[in-house]
Each structure stands twice: as structure tokens, then as C-alpha cells.
């Protein structure tokens, strides 16, 4: 059983950054493809971002790609998504999620693990 928890969310102003980060308790992590998936209040989960267990391969959501970016650092068993530019509309509650296949998956069926997620509020 992998656990992963989330930290640097907050509340921070539209145009402002954030990182986010999220760590492992399995040293086991490395052979996951991570994923960020957020929600908003009254909507449906969705996803983010995701990077492979290598990091050499990522995707983002079109609506984050030109902002946010996602990273891993296999020997401290977590992985970052730095938020710059953000809007209002990024408020969210943003959760990590491990996926033990080789694939990159956006869809939230394929991740095993899930964190209890860390609220992120851009005011406007």
C-alpha cells in the first residue's frame, strides 16, 4: 500500500505561483507513473498533469500546459507540480495519484493510490 501525501497548497493571488508536492512512503515509488488530477467545488474530478516513472515523459491538460509543469525526484520519492500564472478557475482541491503501469494515463481509473489532496484558492 502506497501513501501519498500533498503539501504547498494555499491561498495566492491570480498571477501568482505555487508548487505543490507530493511524496511516497514506498521507496518502491520510482516504478510509478504519477499523476495530478484537482476538483472543484459543484465539478467532476479532472486531470492535470502526469509524468512516467523515468520523467522522461509528461502530459498536461491543455488548460494548464502553457503554466504549470510537473517533475519527480525519484530519490526523495516525490513529485512537484509548479503552478505559475494562476487564475481564479485553478481553485481547486489538487490530489497526487500513483499508477503502476508503464503508461501515461489522464483518466483517474488507472491510478492505485490516491492522496487526500491540498486545497489550492487564487483570488481574484
Known amino acids: 500500500q502506497v501513501q501519498l501525501i500533498e503539501s504547498g497548497g494555499g491561498l495566492v493571488q491570480a498571477g501568482g505561483s505555487l508548487r505543490l508536492s507530493c511524496t511516497a512512503s514506498e521507496r518502491t515509488f520510482r516504478r510509478y507513473t504519477m499523476g495530478w488530477f484537482r476538483q472543484a467545488p459543484g465539478k467532476e474530478r479532472e486531470f492535470v498533469a502526469a509524468?512516467?516513472?523515468?520523467?522522461?515523459?509528461?502530459s498536461r491538460a491543455d488548460s494548464v500546459k502553457d503554466r504549470f509543469s510537473i517533475s519527480r525526484d525519484n530519490g526523495k520519492n516525490t513529485v512537484y507540480l509548479r503552478m505559475n500564472s494562476l487564475k481564479p478557475e485553478d481553485t481547486a482541491v489538487y490530489y497526487c495519484?500513483?499508477?503502476?503501469?508503464?503508461?501515461?494515463?489522464?483518466?483517474?481509473?488507472?491510478?492505485?493510490?490516491w492522496g487526500q489532496g491540498t486545497q489550492v484558492t487564487v483570488s481574484s
Open positions: 509524468i512516467s516513472w523515468s520523467g522522461t515523459l509528461t
Open positions: 495519484a500513483a499508477d503502476d503501469s508503464l503508461v501515461i494515463h489522464t483518466s483517474e481509473s488507472p491510478y492505485d493510490y
